[in-house]
């Protein structure tokens, strides 16, 4: 059914998890298509199926199991999300980002982001790590924002800021261990689109001309709802292709989750310094 979430429903979904595990995570991950292995090393780990949730999303996609997996990574309290739902999957924005409507209720001050992205950058290739330090969500600029409709008070603004969407701490001390570790990463903004189609050739050229160094079909959503209730944000792009503008080109779903192999050390390598560190 498709439908705006209510606070009611968040509650709801928070009572239910609260009845399984006695949590108050600070941060919450979300780990895309090929990266969700990273989940099995949650230690102490209680581990929810989006399935057994009321109101919940569940994922359709290959590649993402669809569940939640609560417990500790390097001594902190983590809401990881092993799979995420999208867009293209038919259901509304509002959805799409409850579970980062559920975290914000449970009090996680951070989140941190992963995804399967095409580089548009000309360095870019396949099985590297971008760090995102903006983004373009191109359905929230044509009216498909998460935040649309009612203004749920609770968690912030009618009309949030977006300036630093991605915490400039955060993203400094993702820098930093990345050096220090010998982890070669790029930087750059990420292009949110609704999919699942790839793109054509001129919707590359374009999105190239107006700044976007990576694209994919999720982070964005999450990330506006995320600062709407002031969780501050740290993003990473898992190359899986390169977006051709020239040649032809078939990006697989294989393709993305066999890339994703090479970029899970790389990430685990800054997500465990970050979760050290902070
Ligand atoms: N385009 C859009 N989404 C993607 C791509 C791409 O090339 N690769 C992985 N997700």
């Known amino acids: 059914m498709q439908k705006n979430i209510t606070m009611q429903d ?66 902190q309290e983590v809401f990881v999300l092993q799979g995420r739902i999208h867009f293209y999957e038919g259901y509304t924005m509002s959805q799409v980002t409850l579970p980062v409507r559920v975290m914000q209720r449970l009090g996680v001050e951070m989140m941190i982001v992963t995804n399967a992205a095409g580089g548009i950058a000309d360095e870019h290739q396949p099985g590297d790590v971008m760090l995102i330090t903006d983004h373009i969500n191109f359905p929230g600029l044509i009216g498909n924002s998460p935040l649309h409709g009612p203004n749920l008070d609770e968690f912030g603004p009618r009309f949030p800021d977006m300036t630093q969407a991605y915490d400039p701490e955060l993203l400094d001390l993702a820098r930093k261990i990345a050096k220090d570790k010998a982890v070669p990463i790029h930087e750059g903004v990420y292009m949110g689109l609704s999919g699942p189609s790839f793109e054509t050739p001129a919707e590359l050229r374009f999105l190239k001309m107006i700044g976007a160094d990576s694209v994919g079909m999720s982070t964005v959503t999450e990330v506006s709802v995320a600062r709407h209730g002031g969780i501050r944000v740290l993003g990473l792009s898992g190359i899986s292709n390169k977006a051709h503008t020239e040649l032809s080109f078939v990006a697989s779903h294989e393709d993305v989750l066999e890339a994703g192999k090479q970029i899970v050390p790389k990430m685990e390598t800054i997500i465990r310094g970050v979760l050290r560190a902070i």
Do not use: Y
């Open 10 to 75: 968040i509650d709801e979904i928070v009572a239910e998890i609260r009845s399984k595990v006695d949590t108050k995570p600070r941060v919450g991950m979300i780990l895309g298509s090929g990266l969700s292995d990273f989940a099995e090393s949650v230690e102490n780990a209680v581990s929810i199926p989006f399935g057994d949730l009321p109101h919940w999303p569940v994922s359709t996609v290959k590649g993402h199991a669809g569940r939640l997996v609560i417990g500790q990574i390097e001594g």
